[in-house]
């Protein structure tokens, strides 16, 4: 890596990590117990309500949502696109007004513990742009529905203010697979360090963060572990819940040593942090009273929306749906936390389905053979496998592999018989051409971004920050074009779309007025030891003097090893 672009690298992880890391602690090693994270000093960078909101101003519902974790297998994402799409449309539980004589949001009224008569300015400004746009309650009133009669139950059962059962909205906005820059997932907006403490682990299979129940228990046991950490004080367990209770303390501390109020109106605390429980109590007070504010909620049954079935093993999520009489849409809706075709073969073996549907699934399950809840694919092992190799090929991994096998090692031979389970379906059944959505993602986006579109090959070394400053765009503008976060690891062979903003574009733009521009690509080349501006020509079937005039280098000079250089290749004609 050149010094430049280490440079770049670590500009890139402080920017990133910002105030995000405890003291004396790296948050990705998973070591944190509780009482540590009750003095951590994060600031949780939630994908919140904010993408929703500007949707709603703009009326541009296609452009609503944060974007998809990209632990999801990618051919999946689209699957979960589109069961995100599901989120508002009616269910055949949807029920009207007048036929729901006590209906949930009672129920929740009668459980708010918290003192909604509070009026300041940081209320009122939120107050005012939820009341003005009666359609973003709507919209995650619709959201909440299979999910709040749980968390409701949830509060209920631990004492907790019923307003808690809100903290959704302004989390995640109630999408199930929201997926913040901070690495933050799930309803609840768990970062993994956090969730680790609350068994919220994640696996290629799963990530629990995503998983309704275990988030909605993990995310109410650290609410009440931080109200207690602060005698009870549940707006500053709400604060410390987005800042980290350390900062949190802090701020009193401060605020103490000048003899100042020590509630959180009166904290120095982030910004996020001080609209943060605002929020909160804006959208409580919508609930407790909408018709104060010109609101009508969607009607909620005082009823479990989902049953939980223990299915005693691992299934793939296409035969599950089949047997229970549902879409698969809505076994991902309702079971968010898999990154796969099936359930994780370690469990949790259970899965979460329509009530109405629950029997027929438990009797579907008892009907059939354990051993035929995965398919089976017999393959024999040929010459050049590899267990890393054969699990890529069949969408699973190594460590599945051998357990199924009774392996001890990795080792395999030429013409060896192995077992390997496999989706049932196919991948239609699980996506719906996931390659033409992303693609049209990529264009409405970038139609907005005003760029020339190219495709960037991610070479070893590739950061977010050099790529974006390459191309005067964006780090978080050129993750979203690609479904990805700013914090994800760039893979070598990732091929990104960037809608660039760089003068050197038109020189993709003369390339491909001698090709097709569909088969030219920008490609991020790094010189090796014995390369030769001649060399890499003939490699890359491309002329010298472009290299030169693409990357401002002198011919007659000599190529260092580790240079990066720009290349725009046909790929008709390259090797």
Same mark, same amino acid.
Not at 75 to 101: G, I, M, N, W
Not at 434 to 453: V, Y
């Given at each position: 890596m050149t010094l430049a672009r280490l440079i770049s690298a670590l500009l890139l992880s402080i920017l990133l990590a910002g105030c995000q890391t405890f003291s004396g602690q790296n948050e990705e090693n998973g070591s944190l117990s509780e009482g540590e994270l009750l003095e951590s000093e994060r600031v949780s960078i939630a994908a919140g309500d904010d993408e929703l909101k500007a949707a709603i101003e703009g009326e541009t519902p296609s452009d609503d949502t944060t974007v998809l974790d990209d632990a999801?297998?990618? !051919?999946?994402? !689209?699957?979960?696109?589109?069961?995100?799409?599901?989120?508002?449309?009616? /269910?055949?539980? /949807?029920?009207?007004? +007048?036929?729901?004589?006590h209906d949930l949001w009672s129920r929740l009224r009668e459980q708010f513990g918290l003192d909604l008569t509070l009026s300041n300015e940081r209320i009122e400004q939120q107050l005012n742009w939820y009341a003005s746009h009666p359609r973003y309650i709507d919209r995650v009133a619709k959201r909440a529905r299979r999910y709040l009669y749980y968390i409701v139950t949830e509060v209920e059962e631990r004492d907790l203010p019923g307003e808690f059962a809100l903290l959704p909205v302004v989390e995640s906005a109630f999408d199930p697979f929201a997926y913040s820059h901070g690495r933050a997932a799930g309803l609840w907006q768990f970062i993994p360090s956090t969730g680790r403490v609350y068994d919220l682990n994640q696996s290629w299979w799963h990530d629990q963060r995503r998983d309704v129940m275990s988030a909605t228990d993990g995310a109410l046991a650290y609410l009440d572990a931080l109200s207690s950490r602060f005698d009870g004080n549940y707006l500053l367990g709400l604060a410390s819940y987005n800042s980290g209770a350390g900062t949190v303390g802090r701020a009193i501390r401060r605020n103490e040593a000048r003899s100042l109020p020590t509630d959180y109106w009166s904290l120095d605390l982030p910004r996020e942090t001080r609209e943060y429980v605002p929020k909160l109590i804006a959208i409580a007070k919508i609930i407790q009273n909408p018709e104060a504010y010109g609101i009508t909620l969607p009607p909620i049954p005082d009823e479990p929306y989902f049953d939980v079935v223990d299915t005693g093993s691992q299934i793939d999520l296409a035969q599950a749906a089949e047997l229970a009489g549902v879409d698969i849409e809505e076994v991902y809706l309702l079971n968010p936390a898999y990154n796969r075709w099936a359930t994780s073969p370690d469990g949790p073996h259970r899965l979460l389905v329509p009530v109405k549907n629950a029997e027929k699934f438990r009797q579907g399950l008892a009907s059939l053979d354990p051993d035929m809840r995965v398919s089976w694919k017999n393959y024999k092992v040929r010459s050049g496998d590899s267990l890393i190799k054969i699990a890529r090929q069949f969408g699973t991994t190594p460590d599945v592999i051998k357990q199924v096998n009774h392996m001890r090692s990795n080792l395999i031979r030429v013409d060896q018989r192995l077992l390997i389970p496999t989706s049932a379906r196919g991948t239609t059944a699980y996506a719906l051409s996931?390659?033409?959505?992303?693609? +049209?993602?990529?264009?409405?986006?970038?139609?907005? !971004? +005003?760029? /020339?579109?190219i495709e960037h090959l991610v070479q070893r070394g590739d950061t977010f920050w050099d790529i974006a400053r390459d191309h005067k765009v964006g780090v978080r503008q050129l993750a979203k074009w690609n479904g990805m976060a700013p914090g994800d690891p760039l893979m070598p062979g990732t091929k990104l779309v960037i809608w660039s903003k760089d003068a050197g574009t038109q020189q993709l733009a003369k390339a491909s007025s001698r090709a097709s521009s569909d088969m030219v690509r920008k490609v991020g080349y790094r010189v090796r030891k014995g390369d030769s501006l001649a060399r890499i020509a003939g490699r890359f079937n491309v002329n010298v003097r472009d290299i030169a005039s693409w990357n401002s280098l002198d011919i007659n000079n000599y190529l260092q090893p580790g240079q990066s250089l720009v290349l725009y290749v046909d790929i008709r004609r390259s090797p």
């Open positions: 999801i297998e990618p !051919s999946l994402k !689209s699957q979960a696109a589109r069961a995100r799409e599901r989120l508002e449309q009616p /269910t055949e539980e /949807t029920v009207e007004a +007048d036929e729901v004589a996931a390659g033409e959505r992303l693609k +049209d993602k990529q264009a409405a986006t970038g139609r907005r !971004s +005003d760029g /020339t579109r």
